[in-house]
């Protein structure tokens, strides 16, 4: 397949899945220890079904805009389309992709990673790696994907405990899905994603105090930097 054709392709994908995206925005975006959200909070009308991403009975949104959640989704696959390629492990990047939105837009909304899409993305991406692997094993590393994912997500749980405030246990979480798909590419990709991410959220930060849109004392989500980090790393190859 030319490599256009599958950037294209996959930058539609993205697209089309713009509704079902704002759907689960709005059915996770909920605060900390509340159950998920089933009906309208207007109304208490029942969520319309998909891919309509306004209540039936007032008309209210239902999640963040969808203009934005599907033209960052096709950006999101179109990267993982240049980078990766006619490969099977595509599958694993585009389903990454798409789950990507969701957190990073729930993540800077409520400042919550929900277990209910990162975990499953564990079994998921390794699974779809390991088909990958056993297609074609030299494009990728599944030993080095998963050593990543290891190394990652034990040393972001090393910096959670020592430091409660900066990260929370839904960046470890995170982080170590990060790691099989960065590793799966190379040590320098893992590295890469990993400066990225701390370089953006500096600069956010010091962004924020300046405009005065945060205080020294207050936290920002950091799981929108890291998926933008592992992005830009993809990007830059």
């Keep these: 397949m030319p490599p256009t054709l599958l950037i294209c392709l996959a930058a539609a994908l993205g697209l089309a899945a713009g509704p079902v995206l704002a759907r689960a925005c709005w059915t996770l975006s909920v605060p900390s220890g509340e159950p998920r959200r089933s009906r309208c909070e207007d109304c208490g009308a029942p969520p319309p079904a998909l891919p309509r991403t306004r209540c039936p009975g007032c008309d209210r949104r239902l999640g ?58 564990y079994p998921l991406t390794a699974f779809l790696l390991a088909l990958a692997f056993l297609t074609d094993r030299h494009h990728g590393s599944l030993l080095r994907a998963l050593a990543a994912m290891a190394v990652l997500a034990g040393g972001f749980f ?24 960065l590793g799966w590419l190379s040590w320098t990709a893992v590295a890469a994603g990993l400066f990225l991410a701390f370089a953006a959220a500096g600069l956010a930060a010091v962004a924020l105090l300046l405009t005065r849109r945060a205080g020294r004392k207050d936290t920002i989500p950091f799981g929108p930097y890291l998926l933008l980090g592992a992005l830009l790393a993809l990007l830059l190859g």
């Design 64 to 121: 963040p805009q969808l203009r934005l959640l599907s033209s960052s989704a096709a950006v999101a696959c179109a990267v993982c389309g240049w980078r990766i390629g006619a490969h099977p492990a595509l599958a694993a990047y585009l389903a990454a992709a798409l789950a990507a939105v969701v957190l990073a837009a729930t993540d800077a909304r409520v400042k919550r990673l929900p277990d209910a899409l990162v975990l499953p993305l």
């Design 158 to 181: 090393v910096l959670a405990l020592a430091a409660p405030g900066a990260l929370g246990l839904g960046d470890v979480k995170l982080v170590g899905v990060l790691g099989l798909l």
